[in-house]
């Protein structure tokens, strides 16, 4: 599977400051989300991390950790006109896209209480 | 030419300066966010108000961002066109709720117009952009 953190120009200012073994951690994450809008996976999970005011790997790691087992996903089935759809469970969601090869990735995690 | 140049970098400033104050905003609609998260009930059929307010800010703040860092975005024609669809009141959640409690909720409110702000000073400035540089991705 092609992966686009691969490429990703803001890679090095996304990994400042995490050890090898974090950086490793993170990279696995980011595999998991898309692009969107952003010009690349770093930028996107920067800005979200940045917007939320929580630090970014544990950002990504209840992304990562939000169990889909069990929620609701709207719609039920397929995605909306905009190709998105939500999964849903407690205070918690997570909006995602189809990707290639039958997997969905990652637009937005977010905790409507946050 | 240089005019058009001027006004790009005039309002590539303005995209900045209005992305770090919605980072602001967001952050002070909190308190807002949970009492609307609280109040209304999910339903099954659609996104609730949180999750569209969510994925219109990620898609709005993408392009605003990557006009941050690199004066431009990819597939500018594409984003123009999304850009055009991703108007704030159009999503029928937001527009009731705006509707029926914008008096109750100031700082949603105050978030929802510069958001949508926002993606018209993104879409302006990429037409404007296109514009001097017709070719460009």
Same mark, same amino acid.
């Given at each position: 599977?092609?992966?686009?953190?691969?490429?990703?120009?803001?890679?090095?200012?996304?990994?400042?400051?995490?050890?090898?073994?974090?950086?490793?951690?993170?990279?696995?994450?980011?595999?998991?989300?898309?692009?969107?809008?952003?010009?690349?996976?770093?930028?996107?999970?920067?800005?979200?991390?940045?917007?939320?005011?929580?630090?970014?790997?544990?950002?990504?790691?209840?992304a990562?950790?939000?169990?889909?087992?069990?929620?609701?996903?709207?719609?039920?089935?397929?995605?909306?006109?905009?190709?998105?759809?939500?999964?849903?469970?407690?205070?918690?969601?997570?909006?995602?896209?189809?990707?290639?090869?039958?997997?969905?990735?990652?637009?937005?995690?977010?905790?409507?209480?946050? | 030419?240089?005019?058009?140049?001027?006004?790009?970098?005039?309002?590539?400033?303005?995209?900045?300066?209005?992305?770090?104050?919605?980072?602001?905003?967001?952050?002070?609609?909190k308190?807002?966010?949970?009492?609307?998260?609280?109040?209304?009930?999910?339903?099954?059929?659609?996104?609730?108000?949180?999750?569209? !307010?969510?994925? @219109?800010? #990620?898609?709005? /703040?993408?392009?605003?961002? &990557?006009?941050? =860092?690199? %004066?431009?975005v990819?597939?500018?024609?594409?984003?123009?066109?999304? !850009?055009?669809? @991703?108007? #704030?009141?159009? /999503?029928?959640?937001?527009? &009731?709720?705006? =509707?029926? %409690?914008?008096?109750?909720?100031?700082?949603?409110?105050?978030?929802?117009?510069?958001?949508?702000?926002?993606?018209?000073?993104?879409?302006?400035?990429?037409?404007?952009?296109?514009?001097?540089?017709?070719?460009?991705?």
């Open positions: 599977m092609p992966n686009e953190a691969a490429s990703d120009p803001y890679l090095d200012q996304l990994f400042e400051g995490y050890t090898a073994t974090e950086v490793a951690e993170i990279q696995q994450y980011l595999a998991e989300w898309e692009v969107g809008t952003y010009g690349s996976v770093a930028q996107s999970v920067m800005d979200h991390a940045e917007r939320k005011g929580v630090e970014l790997l544990k950002y990504l790691r209840k990562h950790n939000f169990n889909k087992r069990g929620a609701i996903r709207v719609p039920r089935t397929g995605y909306r006109a905009d190709g998105s759809a939500v999964y849903r469970k407690g205070n918690e969601f997570l909006i995602v896209r189809p990707a290639p090869y039958g997997v969905e990735k990652i637009v937005t995690y977010g905790i409507n209480e946050e | 030419m240089v005019q058009v140049q001027d006004k790009l970098a005039v309002q590539r400033e303005y995209i900045v300066q209005l992305l770090g104050q919605l980072t602001v905003d967001y952050q002070n609609t308190a807002e966010r949970r009492d609307i998260a609280e109040c209304y009930p999910n339903s099954e059929e659609e996104f609730t108000f949180s999750e569209e !307010l969510e994925l @219109l800010t #990620v898609s709005i /703040r993408g392009y605003a961002s &990557q006009v941050r =860092e690199t %004066e431009t990819k597939n500018c024609e594409l984003a123009i066109a999304h !850009l055009q669809q @991703l108007r #704030v009141l159009d /999503r029928p959640v937001i527009a &009731q709720f705006y =509707e029926e %409690e914008r008096s109750r909720y100031p700082q949603i409110q105050s978030y929802l117009w510069r958001l949508d702000y926002l993606r018209l000073l993104v879409l302006e400035y990429l037409q404007m952009q296109q514009s001097v540089q017709p070719l460009s991705a």
